[in-house]
Nanobody
Framework: QVQLVESGGGLVQAGGSLRLSCAAS????????MGWFRQAPGKEREFVAA????????YYADSLKERFTVSRDNAKTVVYLQMNSLKPEDTAVYYC??????????????????WGPGTQVTVAS
């Protein structure tokens, strides 16, 4: 059974950085795409970034690609989200998700059947 666990969230001042991690287990992920999503209070969950395990292809929300970077460590089966120049509007619960069909160029959370519990990121002004 696929399990995803996010970590690395916390409180940071505006302009600071955080690196989130998503530890994946329970399956062979070579064909998977891994996505990051976030949900701010009172808002719908939105796409942040995605990456394939098998290659270096990545995909970003247009508004975030200048500040966020997604990467992976295949040996550790961990996906990272490096977030720089954080703003108060980045405050949200950040979720890691897995798509076994490896669909990358999509922002739809409906394509991801597996989700982690999320990690809170709070950016203070």
């Amino acid at each position: 059974q696929v399990q995803l666990v996010e970590s690395g969230g916390g409180l940071v001042q505006a302009g600071g950085s955080l690196r989130l991690s998503c530890a994946a287990s329970g399956h062979t992920f070579s064909s998977y795409a891994m996505g990051w999503f976030r949900q701010a209070p009172g808002k719908e969950r939105e796409f942040v970034a995605a990456i394939r395990w098998s290659e270096d292809s990545t995909y970003y929300a247009d508004s975030l690609k200048e500040r966020f970077t997604v990467s992976r460590d295949n040996a550790k089966t961990v996906v990272y989200l490096q977030m720089n120049s954080l703003k108060p509007e980045d405050t949200a619960v950040y979720y890691c998700a897995a798509d076994p069909r490896g669909r990358l160029f999509t922002t739809s959370q409906l394509l991801y059947p597996y989700w982690g519990p999320g990690t809170q990121v709070t950016v203070a002004s």
